[in-house]
């Protein structure tokens, strides 16, 4: 167990549903990541909190938002959901400061169909 | 911007080989991180090791070693004694200015007896 923890572990959904993954940081982490691993695009940031304030926005597509809750804990939300969008969602956390203090979550494997 | 490059989509070692994963990057930050994550077939990321632009000496973690030449941009995986265990996705990354990762294509290692 990494410490941080992702749920559902596993998702399918029809197109143009709305889903959320849901993502708790290690303990005494600050900052959380989410990434998403698809075939075609490989591992792509999307959006980075540091607690609770949005910190940096990568790839990250506009029927997709983020945030980051007082307890820490960060929901992704996915809608208007396309085939397209099937992959796995990581969330990460790390220490602010730390060199390399990231710590990746288990994903969240999303199946549109 | 920041770019990763692993040009091997896929490598074969035999058992107790040793095996290099080629990784090459381009940034114009002064300061920056180089990582390199396995994937199992399960999915989970995991991290194996850690190199700073400033570190003078190639980080070595167990059976991992990064060979960092800094001039050329390159910091290739060095896994010695190949075990079953280590057939997984590798995938190096960098982190700049941000704390975001960004990271390569990867590279599918197969360990055959």
């Known amino acids: 167990d990494s410490g941080v923890t992702q749920t559902p572990k596993h998702l399918i959904t029809a197109t143009g549903q709305r889903v959320t993954l849901r993502c708790s940081p290690r303990s005494g982490d600050l900052s959380v990541y989410w990434y998403q691993q698809s075939l075609d695009q490989g591992l792509q940031f999307l959006i980075q909190?540091?607690?609770?304030?949005?910190?940096a926005k990568g790839n990250i597509l506009e029927r997709f938002s983020a945030q980051q809750f007082p307890d820490l804990h960060s929901e992704l939300n996915l809608s208007s959901l396309e085939l397209g969008d099937s992959a796995l969602y990581f969330c990460?956390?790390?220490?602010?400061?730390?060199?390399?203090?990231?710590?990746f979550g288990s994903g969240t494997r999303l199946t549109v169909v | 911007a920041q770019k990763i490059t692993q040009t091997q989509p896929g490598m074969f070692v035999q058992e107790k080989e040793a095996v290099t994963l080629d990784c090459t990057y381009d940034?114009?930050?002064?300061?920056?991180?180089l990582f390199w994550y396995k994937q199992p077939s399960s999915g989970e990321m995991i991290f194996l090791i850690y190199q700073g632009s400033y570190d003078q000496q190639n980080a070595t973690e167990g059976r991992y070693s990064l060979n960092f030449q800094k001039a050329r941009k390159s910091a290739n995986l060095v896994i010695s004694a190949s075990q079953l265990g280590d057939s997984a996705m590798y995938f190096c990354?960098?982190?700049?200015?941000?704390?975001?990762?960004?990271f390569g294509k990867g590279t599918s290692l197969l360990v055959t007896p």
């Open positions: 909190y540091y607690n609770g304030e949005e910190r």
């Open positions: 990460a956390s790390s220490v602010p400061g730390a060199p390399y203090g990231y710590t």
């Open positions: 990354a960098m982190r700049g200015s941000g704390y975001a990762l960004n």
């Open positions: 940034t114009s930050d002064p300061s920056y991180g």
